[in-house]
Every structure is written in C-alpha cells, then in structure tokens.
C-alpha cells in the first residue's frame, strides 16, 4: 500500500503564501511523478504543478508564475510554494503521485485534500 499525506493549508490573506507539503510512504519501489491539483466548489479538478522524477515540471496557467513545486526526492515529498495567493485560490488541494510499488505495478495515488482558504 501506498500512502499520501498532506499538510500546510490554512487560512491566509490575499496577498499572503503558503507552503503545502505531501510526503510518499508505504511500499514505494519509485516515483515517477508528483502533482498538486485542485477542486473548489461548483468547479473542475484543476492541475495546479507537477514534477517528474527528471525534475521536469509543469504548471496549470492559473499559478505560471505564482506557485513553484519542488521535491525531496530522499524524503519521498513533494512541495507546493504558494505566493501571490488570491481568493479565487480557496479550494480543497490534493497531492497526487504516480509511484511504482515493490509489487512492481504502477499506479496514480491521491492524497486526502487539504483545505486553503484566502480571504479577501
């Protein structure tokens, strides 16, 4: 079993940052990629980052420039820096992994969510 967990979110103001984090754990053979998406109520999954193994990365349009993800790849975490954040932003934030187990099968995995709330 795989397991993702989240944490960082929160309640900040427009203008402010924030930080999430999702570490990786259980039977992790490796990682191919990590994400950031998000939902906010009434909208569409939306892909926030992702960074591959490579430390390729790609950003939705909505946070070019705004939001970085980076990794510690040793600690099997993903990290999600949030500046410039905007009340449009509030929404559940998921972690998500594409990670190949010791059982050798590869499959996408999704954290719990994680609550961000900009206020205006």
């Known amino acids: 079993q795989v397991q993702l967990v989240e944490s960082g979110g929160g309640l900040v103001q427009a203008g402010g940052s924030l930080r999430l984090s999702c570490t990786a754990s259980?039977?992790?053979?490796?990682?191919?990629?990590m994400g950031w998406f998000r939902q906010a109520p009434g909208k569409p999954h939306e892909l926030l980052a992702i960074?591959?193994?490579?430390?390729?990365?790609t950003y939705g349009d909505s946070v070019k420039g705004r939001f970085t993800i980076s990794r510690d790849s040793a600690q099997n975490t993903v990290f999600l820096r949030m500046n410039s954040l905007k009340p449009e932003d509030t929404a559940d934030y998921y972690c998500?992994?594409?990670?190949?187990?010791?059982?050798?099968?590869?499959?996408?995995?999704w954290g719990q969510g994680i609550q961000v709330t900009v206020s205006s």
């Open positions: 259980g039977s992790i053979l490796s990682i191919n990629a």
């Open positions: 960074i591959t193994r490579n430390d390729t990365t």
């Open positions: 998500h992994g594409n990670i190949r187990s010791i059982s050798g099968r590869t499959a996408d995995y």
